[in-house]
C-alpha cells in the first residue's frame, strides 16, 4: 500500500489547496501577457468628495460642495471590480475625491482583494489611523500612495486645508512600516514646489519613493484632479526645464516617474513627434463613482458603462493627446 503524498504535495495538485492559487495565477498572468500584452489596471473613483481644498484641484470643498457629493454604490462597486476582473484587470487604485471618506471602502478592498486583485489607495491620509491602516492590511490593500504638495508642512497644510496632517502622514507611515507596507509620495508639480528641498522633506515624512503627477489645467472626463490656476499654469519653457528638474531628483530619492516619461512630455510640450502611444482604453482604464469606464480621465465620452464592458470597447488607437502620468508613464 502507497503512503498517501504529503500535504504540500496533495494541495498542489488540486484546486483548492494554498498552493494552487499562486499557481494558477501565475498562469494566468502568463495567459494575459500572450493574449494582450499583460495584466490591465483600472482606477476606480469610488466618490467625488473630498474633505481638502487642495488650490489645484476641483475635488476641493470650495469648489465641489457637499450636496453635490456621490458615492459608488456598494453592490455596484463589487459588481464592477467582477467584471475588471474577467476582462483582465489585476491591479486595482482605489481613489477618490478622497477614498477614505467611502462607506464601504474596505470591503470594497477586501472584495478585490478576494479576486486576486493587488489593490493600492491614493489619500491625502487626512483621516487616517492605525486602526483603520490595521483594517486596510487585513482586507489586502498592499500600498498607498499619500498626496505631499509642497517642501515643508506649512506650505503643504496651507493648500490641502488640513491642519496636522503631516504629523499623520508621519503616524501612518511609521504605521505601514509596522505592517509591512510601503507608501510613495504622489508630488503635482505646481509652483509650491522647492524641488532642491523636497527629497528631505519627503524623508522626514518617512517616505522612501515619490511619483510626481503632471500639472493639468483641464480634463473632460467626471474626473475632477485638475483647475484652471496660476499654480499648475507653466510656459512651455517652464515645463521643459521643470521635467528636466524632476530628473534630477533621482539623484537623491527613488522617483517612480521613468526618464523616458519625462522625455516623452517634454517632446509633448514642444509639439514634437512623440515616441510612447498610450495604452489609455487598451491596458489602463479610468472608473468613477457612477460606474461609467472610461479609456482615461482625459477623454471626452466613456466607453460604456461597466455592465456594458467587454473586449468589444478595448481602444488602440496611438494616442498621445495628455500628459495624465498613470497612463503616459506606463504606457
Known amino acids: 500500500m502507497h503512503e498517501p503524498l504529503p500535504t504540500s504535495v496533495r494541495d498542489a495538485l488540486t484546486e483548492n489547496g494554498p498552493e494552487a492559487r499562486p499557481r494558477s495565477r501565475a498562469l494566468e498572468t502568463l495567459r494575459l501577457v500572450l493574449s494582450s500584452g499583460g495584466p490591465g489596471r483600472a482606477e476606480f473613483a469610488l466618490n467625488n468628495a473630498c474633505n481638502a481644498n487642495c488650490g489645484f484641484c476641483s475635488f476641493a470643498r470650495d469648489a465641489l460642495p457637499k450636496e453635490r457629493w456621490e458615492y459608488a454604490p456598494r453592490q455596484g462597486a463589487f459588481d464592477a471590480i467582477d467584471i475588471l476582473y474577467r476582462n483582465g484587470i489585476r491591479y486595482l487604485i482605489v481613489t477618490g475625491g478622497e477614498p477614505t471618506l467611502h462607506p464601504d471602502v474596505t470591503d470594497i478592498i477586501a472584495h478585490a482583494s ?4 493587488k489593490v493600492m489607495m491614493v489619500s491625502n491620509a487626512g483621516l487616517l489611523k492605525p486602526r483603520r491602516l490595521q483594517e486596510f492590511a487585513e482586507a489586502g490593500l498592499s500600498s ?7 517642501a515643508s508642512a506649512e506650505l503643504h497644510e496651507e493648500n490641502r486645508g488640513l491642519p496636522g496632517v503631516c504629523e499623520k502622514i508621519r503616524e501612518a507611515n511609521n504605521e505601514l512600516t509596522e505592517l509591512g507596507m510601503i507608501a510613495t509620495a504622489s508630488v503635482t508639480l505646481s509652483r509650491l514646489l522647492d524641488l532642491d528641498a523636497l527629497p528631505d522633506f519627503l524623508k522626514s515624512l518617512g517616505f522612501q519613493s515619490v511619483t510626481f503627477s503632471y500639472p493639468l489645467t483641464n480634463l473632460h472626463s467626471s474626473f475632477l484632479g485638475y483647475r484652471e490656476t496660476s499654480l499648475v499654469d507653466f510656459t512651455r519653457e517652464e515645463l521643459v526645464a521643470l521635467y528636466d528638474k524632476v530628473k534630477t531628483v533621482k539623484s537623491h530619492m527613488h522617483v ?11 517632446r509633448f510640450v514642444r509639439g514634437e513627434r512623440q515616441h510612447f502611444p498610450c495604452l489609455g482604453g487598451y491596458r489602463y482604464f479610468y472608473l468613477d463613482w457612477r460606474l461609467n469606464i472610461w479609456r482615461c480621465h482625459y477623454w471626452e465620452e466613456p466607453l460604456c458603462t461597466i455592465y456594458d464592458f467587454d473586449d468589444s470597447k478595448l481602444v488602440r488607437d496611438g494616442c498621445t493627446r495628455c500628459t495624465i502620468d498613470c497612463y503616459r508613464d506606463a504606457s
Open 114 to 117: 478576494g479576486k486576486g486583485m
Open 256 to 266: 517612480v516617474n521613468p526618464t523616458r516619461s519625462l522625455e516623452e512630455m517634454q
Open 144 to 150: 498607498f500612495v499619500i498626496s505631499i504638495d509642497a
